[in-house]
Structure formats: C-alpha cells, structure tokens
C-alpha cells in the first residue's frame, strides 16, 4: 500500500518576554522606524534565563499533540529542526522524546538552520512514506538569542525565539481528499557557507560563536533561490500559483515576503505573515506561522498550503501540504 504523510495537529510555543524595537534603540544606535521599514518586525521573544530549546519544543510539541488527540507515547518519529541545540550533543530531540514520554522509535535533529523546519519534513515524510514510522512529530526550536552579538545591529534585532511543531501521520495515498504532503523540494549551495553562519563551533574554536551575516547578499540569494524552488514545487505536482490556498514563507523578512507573494500573484491575504510580532526565528518561524494561521481559522481542511523557506548554508526548500 503506497502511505502518504497527513497532518494531524500543530501546536506552538512562545517564550514570555517580549522585546520591542524601543528597547533595542535604547541601548543600540537604531529605531522602531528602521527596524519596520527594513524588515516589517516589530517585535521579537526572548527565552528567561535557563529556558532552554528543548523547553520550547516541549511546550510546543505538547500543543501539537493535544490538537492531534494523541500522546508522546503514540509517535514512532521525532525530528527537531534547531541550529541552538542544547548541547553540542546529544540531539536536543532525544531530551525531547524523554519529556513527552516517548519510548519508542528514533529522536535526533536536522540542522538546516532558517530552513530546517522543511528539512526535518522532508525526512520525517520521508520515513512515513517508507513504512519507517507511522506517527512523527516534526519540531522547529530555536533561541537565537543566545547567539546573537547584542552589539550588531545588523543582525541582532532581526531574530527571536520560539518553537513549532506539527504531527504527521501515515495514510494510504489512496484516502479520499488527497489530504497529504504533496512534495518536498531540498536544496543546499556550500559555496555560501559564509555570508550566513556562526563564528564558532566545537571543532573550530571550541566557543559557540555569534551570528554572523552578509544581509545585502543573503538578500539576493534568497529572492533567486525561493522563487525557483516554489516554481520547482509547484511543477512537480501540474499546479499552478492560483491553485494556492496560504503561502506560508519563512519569516526572514516582509520585503521577501511580499516579493515572494507578488511573484506567485497572491493577494496580500493568502500571505501568512507574523514577522511583526515573531520575527525571525530561524527553523522555528513556519511552524508558528502555520499555527497562527490554523489557530484564527484561514487554514482549513482541504487547503492547499505552499511553504518555503531559505537560511545559512545556504540550504533552501519548500513544501507543498494538502492540509
Ligand atoms: O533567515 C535567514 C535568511 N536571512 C535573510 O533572508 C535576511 C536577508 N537580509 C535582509 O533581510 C536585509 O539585508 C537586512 C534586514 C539584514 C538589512 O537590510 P538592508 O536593506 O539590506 O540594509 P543594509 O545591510 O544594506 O544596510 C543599510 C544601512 C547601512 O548603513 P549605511 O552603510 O548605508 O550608512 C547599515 O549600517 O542600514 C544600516 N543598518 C541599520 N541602521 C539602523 C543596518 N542595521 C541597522 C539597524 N538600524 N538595525
């Protein structure tokens, strides 16, 4: 029986402390004004003090299970997308499994950083569409405050914490309403390791290193890349941009956003945005964003939903989901 990957639940989670664009140009030489126009980001969470990605992708991942009416107990698959594990090892999903009581099956994360969270879909798909697993929790966490050279203003107000995560379960392909992930469309080009990365790591300084950023050129690079992927997408199923119910990019910022959403010739409300009130928060941001979107309504059964998303590496994808 040829299985397919259906979404069951989501959930997300976000730390308490809101940061806004005044506190910032309190203590750094920039504005509330600069900050929007640029960017569309308003304000950003920040995790307290000990509270930790793992915490975020619990709280999360526990959202997600309840919409899904299930119990960690019930998953055979749990797949974290974060670039700020806990620890260097092990994988911050193993911490996970063991709080949501889940005692079977694999835990490990992926590390795509801002496209991580169509990574870890792709392979948690990937695993159900093989039989693998039956039920998987795919997570994006991240708090990249702790990565963050506070003093930078070029990349230091552009980023937030927070967590996401969705439950996947088996289904033949064959089930009425084609209710599924239709595709997964990866990509990574190395020779842009380093106009998006972090300045330390276990094997090169021993240090975990700040967030360092080319914006101008990852700029570029994302507008290119992100179109041809959603146009590859789109392809790889006969659909077309007027066949797209939500697109829900990547919340890096609104400029690619709108960009994006002219491009397919989407009316600003097919676009999910919540960069004003998250911005970005790495591998965290689509899965908040789905949330948001599942939470007021706009996404319904039956929808077709395009993601998309593109970070360090660099390394793009998008996702093509029959909710
Ligand atoms: O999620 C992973 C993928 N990441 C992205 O997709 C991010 C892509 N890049 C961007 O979103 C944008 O390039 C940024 C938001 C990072 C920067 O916007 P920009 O329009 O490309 O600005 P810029 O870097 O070209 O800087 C323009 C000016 C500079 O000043 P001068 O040289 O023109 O005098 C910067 O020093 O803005 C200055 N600037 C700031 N001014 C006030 C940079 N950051 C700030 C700031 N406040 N926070």
């Known amino acids: 029986m040829t299985l397919r990957s259906q979404v069951a639940g989501c959930g997300a989670y976000l730390p308490e402390r809101i940061v806004t664009n005044h506190e910032l140009a309190g203590r750094l030489d920039t504005s509330d004004e600069w900050i929007r126009q ?12 000990g509270e930790l990605t793992s915490d975020l992708a619990v709280r999360a991942a526990e959202r997600a299970l309840s919409n899904a009416g299930m119990k960690g107990s019930d998953l055979d698959l749990l797949v974290v997308a974060t670039a700020t594990p806990d620890n260097t090892f092990p994988a911050t999903a193993t911490k996970v499994q063991a709080r949501l009581g889940m005692r079977r099956g694999a835990a490990f994360d992926v590390q795509a950083v801002c496209a991580g969270f169509i990574f870890a879909l792709s392979v948690a798909d990937n695993a159900l569409r093989l039989g693998q697993a039956r039920t998987a929790l795919v997570v994006g966490a991240e708090t990249f405050s702790r990565i963050l050279d506070w003093a930078d203003r070029g990349t230091c107000v552009l980023f937030g914490d927070g967590a996401g995560a969705l439950v996947l379960r088996a289904v033949p392909a064959a089930a009425p309403g084609g209710r599924f992930i239709l595709s997964n469309h990866l990509h990574s080009d190395g ?5 998006l990365y972090v300045d330390g790591g276990p094997s090169s300084t021993r240090c975990t290193g700040f967030l360092r950023m080319e914006g101008r050129e990852v700029f570029r690079l994302a507008i290119q890349h992100l179109s041809s992927v959603v146009d590859e997408a789109l392809a790889a199923n006969d659909l077309t941009a007027s066949d797209i119910d939500w ?3 990547h919340q890096a910022n609104s400029r690619i956003i709108d960009g994006m959403g002219r491009k397919l010739g989407l009316s600003k409300d097919k676009v999910v945005v919540t960069i004003e009130r998250h911005a970005n928060t790495s591998a965290a941001s689509i899965p908040l964003a789905i949330q ?3 939470e007021d309504g706009r996404i319904q059964p039956g929808h077709l939903v395009l993601m998309e998303a593109l970070g360090g590496g660099l390394s793009w994808g998008a996702s093509l989901v029959r909710w």
């Open 38 to 49: 640029r960017t569309g980001i308003g304000e950003r969470r920040v995790a307290a003090p």
């Open 191 to 195: 020779r842009q390791y380093d106009i």
């Open 247 to 249: 697109l829900v990019p």
């Open 292 to 294: 948001a979107a599942v």
